[in-house]
Structure formats: structure tokens, C-alpha cells
């Protein structure tokens, strides 16, 4: 199993940026596929990226293509979720989730076993 810890979260006005962060401890993220969901008050989970290095797959939403980028440093167990050109929809809480790096698909919330408590985006106009 995995612990997962999130930071990097913050207030930033549109048009910036914000790195997140996802720590593990436990076992190694290389073992897993991890994704980053979001979620705004009164709406569903939403997927936003996933990476699975296993299998050398990257996904991103429609949402997020071209401004965000996912990326892992296996030396340091974290998973990073880099945001530009942040936009006020951005504003959600943002998890970050683990699972079988052999699912096939990184999009859906059942592939994932393990979640982070999120951390905060507000992106303000």
C-alpha cells in the first residue's frame, strides 16, 4: 500500500501558475499508475491527468491539455502536476490517486486504490 500526501496548492489570479505536489510513502510510485483528479463544490470527481511509467502512458483531459503537464521523480517518490495559464473553472480541490499501472484506462476514479486528503486551487479573476 501507499500513502499519499498533496501540496502546493493556493490562491493565484488567472493566467498563473501553481505546481502540485504528491508525495508517497509506503511503497514506490513506480509501482503505480498515479492520476490527479479535481473537484468543485457540488460537482463530481473529476479526472485532470494521469501517468502510468510502467507501461510509458500519459493522459490528460480536454481541460487541461496544452496548460498542464504531468511528470514523476522516482529519486524523490513525488508526482508533480504543473498548471498554467490557470483559468477560475481551475478552482477545485486537487487529489492526487494511485493505482495498477496495468489499467486500462488512467481517466476513470474505479481504476484508482489510493487517495490523497487534496489540497486547495482557487484561481481568482
Known amino acids: 500500500q501507499v500513502q499519499l500526501v498533496e501540496s502546493g496548492g493556493g490562491l493565484v489570479q488567472a493566467g498563473g501558475s501553481l505546481r502540485l505536489s504528491c508525495a508517497a510513502s509506503?511503497?514506490?510510485?513506480?509501482?503505480?499508475?498515479v492520476g490527479w483528479f479535481r473537484q468543485a463544490p457540488g460537482k463530481e470527481r473529476e479526472f485532470v491527468a494521469g501517468i502510468s511509467e510502467r507501461v510509458g502512458r500519459i493522459y490528460y483531459a480536454d481541460s487541461g491539455k496544452g496548460r498542464f503537464t504531468i511528470s514523476s521523480d522516482n529519486a524523490k517518490n513525488t508526482v508533480y502536476l504543473q498548471m498554467n495559464s490557470l483559468k477560475p473553472e481551475d478552482t477545485a480541490v486537487y487529489y492526487c490517486a494511485a493505482g495498477s499501472p496495468y489499467s486500462l484506462t488512467l481517466s476513470s476514479v474505479g481504476a484508482y486504490d489510493y487517495w490523497g486528503q487534496g489540497t486547495q486551487v482557487t484561481v481568482s479573476s
Open positions: 509506503g511503497r514506490t510510485f513506480s509501482r503505480y499508475a
